[in-house]
Nanobody
Framework: QMQLMESGGGLVQPGGSLRLSCTASGKRLYYYTIGWFRQVPGKEREGVGC????????TYVDSVKGRFTISRDSLKNTVYLQMNSLKPEDTAIYYC???????????????WGQGTQVTVSS
């Protein structure tokens, strides 16, 4: 396992944008499949999207396709979740997860971050 840290959450108005970051200490994220998930208290965790290890291929849940984009910056050892055209229903705690072996999409990641709150409200 590794320590992952999400950042970039906050309060944004509907239609706005946020960029979440996922970083790790001591491990090169390039060699890991990275998943982004979200959870609303009292509801099941939902997979948002995923980027494959050693590459840039991504998958997304239908509800965020065309609005969210996952990307890597290997020099900064960071994976981003760019969220545009945000809706109130995107409000949740967002988590990143990493695993060297799983393929997208998957929920079977062995390392998880602590999460960052995203609130979409006017």
């Amino acid at each position: 396992q590794m320590q992952l840290m999400e950042s970039g959450g906050g309060l944004v108005q509907p239609g706005g944008s946020l960029r979440l970051s996922c970083t790790a200490s001591g491990k090169r994220l390039y060699y890991y499949t990275i998943g982004w998930f979200r959870q609303v208290p009292g509801k099941e965790r939902e997979g948002v999207g995923c980027i494959v290890s050693r590459g840039d291929d991504t998958t997304y849940v239908d509800s965020v396709k065309g609005r969210f984009t996952i990307s890597r910056d290997s020099l900064k050892n960071t994976v981003y979740l760019q969220m545009n055209s945000l809706k109130p229903e995107d409000t949740a705690i967002y988590y990143c997860a990493a695993d060297p072996l799983v393929k997208c999409p998957s929920a079977n990641f062995n390392s998880w971050g602590q999460g960052t709150q995203v609130t979409v409200s006017s």
